[in-house]
Nanobody, 119 residues
Framework: QVQLVESGGGLVQAGGSLRLSCAASRSIFNINRMGWYRQAPGKQRELVATITSGGITNYADSVKGRFTISRDNAKNTVDLQMNSLKPEDTAIYYC?????????????WGQGTQVTVSS
Protein backbone atom coordinates (compact mmCIF):
# COMPACT_ATOMS: atom_id res chain seq x y z
CA GLN A 1 0.00 0.00 0.00
CA VAL A 2 1.92 3.02 -1.27
CA GLN A 3 1.24 6.26 0.53
CA LEU A 4 2.57 9.79 0.91
CA VAL A 5 2.21 11.24 4.40
CA GLU A 6 2.18 15.04 4.56
CA SER A 7 2.51 17.27 7.59
CA GLY A 8 3.31 20.83 8.59
CA GLY A 9 0.43 22.82 7.17
CA GLY A 10 -1.43 25.37 9.21
CA LEU A 11 -2.23 29.00 9.80
CA VAL A 12 0.49 31.62 9.92
CA GLN A 13 0.71 35.40 9.71
CA ALA A 14 2.26 37.11 6.72
CA GLY A 15 6.02 37.12 7.07
CA GLY A 16 6.03 33.93 9.08
CA SER A 17 7.37 30.49 8.28
CA LEU A 18 6.14 26.94 7.93
CA ARG A 19 7.90 23.69 7.12
CA LEU A 20 6.08 21.03 5.13
CA SER A 21 7.21 17.44 5.24
CA CYS A 22 6.32 14.45 3.10
CA ALA A 23 7.29 10.86 3.72
CA ALA A 24 6.90 8.36 0.92
CA SER A 25 6.42 4.69 1.60
CA ARG A 26 9.67 2.78 1.49
CA SER A 27 7.93 0.47 -0.96
CA ILE A 28 8.15 3.20 -3.62
CA PHE A 29 11.22 2.49 -5.71
CA ASN A 30 13.08 4.27 -8.46
CA ILE A 31 12.18 7.78 -7.36
CA ASN A 32 13.21 10.26 -10.03
CA ARG A 33 11.86 13.48 -8.54
CA MET A 34 10.05 14.69 -5.44
CA GLY A 35 8.30 17.96 -4.97
CA TRP A 36 5.38 20.12 -4.00
CA TYR A 37 2.46 21.52 -5.94
CA ARG A 38 -0.28 23.80 -4.69
CA GLN A 39 -3.80 24.74 -5.63
CA ALA A 40 -5.55 27.91 -4.54
CA PRO A 41 -9.34 28.30 -4.76
CA GLY A 42 -10.43 28.83 -8.34
CA LYS A 43 -6.96 28.25 -9.75
CA GLN A 44 -5.10 25.43 -11.44
CA ARG A 45 -2.70 23.24 -9.55
CA GLU A 46 0.79 24.66 -10.02
CA LEU A 47 4.31 23.52 -9.39
CA VAL A 48 5.93 25.06 -6.33
CA ALA A 49 9.26 23.28 -6.08
CA THR A 50 10.86 20.03 -7.14
CA ILE A 51 14.11 18.26 -6.45
CA THR A 52 15.59 15.34 -8.36
CA SER A 53 17.32 12.39 -6.79
CA GLY A 54 20.55 14.07 -7.87
CA GLY A 55 19.72 17.26 -5.98
CA ILE A 56 18.72 19.50 -8.88
CA THR A 57 16.04 21.96 -7.76
CA ASN A 58 13.37 23.89 -9.58
CA TYR A 59 11.18 26.62 -8.10
CA ALA A 60 8.24 28.63 -9.23
CA ASP A 61 9.24 32.23 -9.81
CA SER A 62 6.79 33.36 -7.14
CA VAL A 63 8.60 31.45 -4.38
CA LYS A 64 12.25 31.80 -5.37
CA GLY A 65 14.32 33.18 -2.55
CA ARG A 66 11.64 32.37 0.02
CA PHE A 67 11.13 28.60 -0.18
CA THR A 68 13.76 25.89 0.05
CA ILE A 69 13.18 22.27 -0.91
CA SER A 70 15.28 19.43 0.42
CA ARG A 71 15.19 15.67 0.36
CA ASP A 72 16.66 12.56 1.88
CA ASN A 73 16.86 9.86 -0.77
CA ALA A 74 17.59 7.14 1.75
CA LYS A 75 14.48 7.94 3.77
CA ASN A 76 12.21 8.81 0.85
CA THR A 77 11.34 12.16 2.38
CA VAL A 78 11.03 15.68 1.00
CA ASP A 79 10.63 18.92 2.94
CA LEU A 80 9.66 22.43 1.97
CA GLN A 81 10.85 25.27 4.17
CA MET A 82 8.62 28.26 3.53
CA ASN A 83 9.81 31.64 4.79
CA SER A 84 8.48 35.17 4.36
CA LEU A 85 5.04 33.78 3.65
CA LYS A 86 2.52 35.93 1.85
CA PRO A 87 -1.27 35.74 1.70
CA GLU A 88 -0.86 34.73 -1.96
CA ASP A 89 0.78 31.51 -0.74
CA THR A 90 -2.53 30.37 0.72
CA ALA A 91 -3.41 27.08 -0.94
CA ILE A 92 -3.63 23.36 -0.50
CA TYR A 93 -0.14 21.95 -0.90
CA TYR A 94 0.31 18.50 -2.42
CA CYS A 95 3.35 16.30 -2.18
CA UNK A 96 4.36 14.65 -5.44
CA UNK A 97 6.70 11.73 -6.01
CA UNK A 98 7.65 10.77 -9.54
CA UNK A 99 9.08 7.36 -10.24
CA UNK A 100 10.57 5.87 -13.37
CA UNK A 101 9.36 2.30 -13.82
CA UNK A 102 10.30 0.29 -16.90
CA UNK A 103 10.89 3.47 -18.83
CA UNK A 104 7.63 5.19 -17.89
CA UNK A 105 6.96 7.88 -15.29
CA UNK A 106 4.51 7.01 -12.53
CA UNK A 107 3.37 9.76 -10.15
CA UNK A 108 2.11 9.48 -6.59
CA TRP A 109 0.22 12.26 -4.82
CA GLY A 110 -0.47 13.14 -1.24
CA GLN A 111 -3.91 14.10 0.02
CA GLY A 112 -2.88 17.72 0.46
CA THR A 113 -2.29 19.94 3.46
CA GLN A 114 -3.81 23.38 3.92
CA VAL A 115 -1.56 26.42 4.24
CA THR A 116 -3.28 29.66 5.19
CA VAL A 117 -1.40 32.95 5.44
CA SER A 118 -3.23 35.84 7.06
CA SER A 119 -2.56 39.52 6.41
Amino acid sequence: QVQLVESGGGLVQAGGSLRLSCAASRSIFNINRMGWYRQAPGKQRELVATITSGGITNYADSVKGRFTISRDNAKNTVDLQMNSLKPEDTAIYYCNVRTLVVGVFVDYWGQGTQVTVSS
